[in-house]
């Protein structure tokens, strides 16, 4: 039976659906999995940082582009924080100077030097690919699609929370000033997905549209899957 065919989910059953997609979530990628348990070499970790920030760098550019799609102006007003929370704010110190300043902390606890990290020179093609994908997908797809890819942050806590818990034992090497970005995420992602959520739930409304958007979630999980089998290829030591 084809979706068109199908009763629409309810709000609640919609939500459980797009959720229920966390069991694909790369928390549980093999790689991930040996990261957050102690199990990566220094080299390792610093290919994990230097390539993952190839996709914090694009985030900023992924949300321009669904503002620049959007046509309704209290979603832009809620939207643009997104490219604050990562490029910065006000005087750019502290908490304000953004997510990719502290994620320059962490390479640099982690022996990268600011400007490696800068010059994305460590940059694997495969990762390459995957980021420049999502920001595609963000210009040519509705804003209210974008949007929903990026619902992928209902299961960004806990892997935060993991790497908080878990890195100072495994990794005492690192500076402990290096992880304030995943505990700075870990408030941020919930405002995040309450919006996500909203937008979503309100403009998916018939079966077929739900199952556009749990295929839409499941493109941006099979995009951060893939950034890790990149990486775990190309940094097997």
Known sequence: MNAADLPPWSRAEFEHQLRTQGKNYHIHHPFNVRLNSGQCSPAQIRGWVANRFYYQSIIPLKDGAILSNCTDRETRR?????????DGYD????????????WTQLALAVGLSRDELWSLEHVLPGVRFCCDAYVNFARRAPWQEGICSSLTEMFAPQIHKQRLAGWPEHYPWIEASGLRYFRSRIPLAQRDVDHGLEVTLDHFRDRTQQQRAVDILQFKLDILWSMLDAIEKGNPT
């Not at 005087?91 to 502290?102: T, V």
């Open 78 to 86: 809620r939207w643009i924080a997104r490219i604050l929370d990562h």
């Open 91 to 102: 005087d750019y110190q502290g908490d304000a100077a953004g997510g990719m300043e502290a």
